[in-house]
């Protein structure tokens, strides 16, 4: 009998040497990869998101796990065992408080734009802070609101989301938590500069290592 030749499924490879490909990309690949990009890498006729499935099962439990990551997927350290990749190098990122606080408010209020941000910290953020944040693609620019003026918003990035182990910004603490810690707050914190001035995040005093790898 002649092959269909309208059936790309006949061209695929069995299901476990699809798990044996996307394994090998995750395992190549520093940065998180899309369905998209597995299917554009695969041979034809291959079925990436039900090999990533089964290969998402066969790694629960070890010491590495296949990790959903926004819309992509990566191979990452299971986060019981993070403690033992201590004596790696570590990046020690300090963020100023300012820099903290806009970072929350972007995760938990996104999209939100800038005049947001500074109604909810009770201070006017400097351009330096969103540069800083953009600079180190823990956020980046949304879509405009549909308001007058047309403002831009901002959203936190996938690399946010790598960085915490998040799958998505759902995942993040609670806001009680947060508030708890001391972010997120509706008035000025001790030692920032009333509404309408400029801060200086140079100057701030509130340096934090809250933001290690």
């Not at 030749?5 to 069995?14: K, V």
């Not at 734009?113 to 909810?120: G, S």
């Amino acid at each position: 009998m002649a092959k269909p030749q309208n059936d790309s499924l006949f061209d695929a490879p069995p299901m476990g040497e699809q798990e044996r490909m996307v394994e090998a990309i995750l395992f190549a690949t520093a940065d998180p990869v899309t369905v998209q990009d597995l299917i554009g890498r695969m041979p034809h006729g291959c079925d990436p998101a039900e090999a990533l499935a089964y290969l998402r099962k066969r790694y629960e439990g070890r010491g590495v796990n296949v990790v959903r990551i926004g819309d992509a997927w990566a191979i990452r350290t299971a986060p019981d065992l993070g403690f033992l990749m201590q004596k790696e190098i570590v990046e020690t990122r300090k963020l100023s408080r300012a820099a903290i606080e806009t970072l929350a408010i972007v995760a938990y209020h996104q999209p939100v734009t800038r005049a947001e941000i500074e109604e909810i910290r009770g201070v006017s953020v400097s351009r330096g802070t969103i540069d800083q944040l953009i600079e180190m693609e823990w956020i980046r620019f949304g879509r405009r609101k549909m308001t007058p003026g047309r403002p831009v918003t901002f959203v936190v990035t996938q690399g946010f989301l790598d960085h915490f182990g998040l799958e998505n910004a759902r995942d993040l603490p609670g806001l009680k938590e947060l508030r708890g810690a001391g972010l997120l707050e509706n008035r000025p914190p001790p030692g920032t500069v009333p509404l309408g001035e400029t801060e200086d995040d140079s100057a701030d005093a509130g340096q934090s290592e809250l933001f290690e790898d």
